[in-house]
C-alpha cells in the first residue's frame, strides 16, 4: 500500500466549447481494467450521438496500467495527450472520457491536442482532486480524568481526531502516520504520566482535497 497518493474525488464532469465543438470531460475513480472499460462503454452509450468518445486512464500503485484510445480522432491527438495530463498531475487509480460534438470546424493535430489537453486539465479543476495518506487509527484508551487534556493538546496538534467512545474508560481515535507512530505513542504518555493503553486498528487512507 503506497504511503500517499493523488487521484480525482469522484464522478463528475465538466463542458469545454472550442471552435464551436463541445468537449465534455467525464472522470472516475476506479481500480481495475474491468472497472475502467465498464466506465468508458457507459459513458460512450449516454452519449452514443456524439463524434467522439475519446478515453485515458491509469490504474495501479507503479501505473501498471495505462491505456489511451483516440475514438476516430487522428492517432495521437487525443488519448495520449489526455493520458500525459493525468500523469503530469500524478494521479493513480483515475479513468477519463471526454466526449466531443462537432462544431463543423477543424482544429487540425495541434489544436486537437491541446483541446482534449485543456478540456482533462480543467475538468480536473472543476471535479477536484484529493490527496490519499495513509494512516493507522490509533485507539487511545484512559480514565476519563486525562479526557480534558488529551483532547484539548490533540485539537491544537496536528493530528486528526476520529471520534471518541464513552465506554467504561474513554477512548480517543485519532488517525496517525506510520512515520508519526514513536513520537505520538512517546507524547501521549507523557500526557497521561503513562496512565493510558493504545492500540492500533486496520490501516485506512484519509483524504484530503488539493486546491488547485
Sequence with gaps: MLEEYKTVKGYGEHELVIQKSRFISHFERVTSDEEAQAFIEKIKKKHWNATHNCSAYL???????QKANDDGEPSGTAGVPMLEVLKKRQLKDTVVVVTRYFGGIKLGAGGLIR?????VSEGLNEVGVVKRSLMQVAYCSM??????????????????LKEISYLEDVTVQVYVKNSDLEPFTK??????????EIKLGEPVYLESLIHS
Design 59 to 65: 490504474i495501479g500503485e507503479n501505473d501498471l496500467i
Design 115 to 119: 483541446a482534449y489537453g485543456s478540456s
Design 143 to 160: 480514565d476519563y480524568h486525562w479526557l480534558g487534556k488529551v483532547e484539548n493538546e490533540l485539537r491544537q496538534s496536528t493530528y486528526e
Design 187 to 196: 507524547w501521549m504518555e507523557e500526557l497521561t504520566n503513562g496512565q493510558i
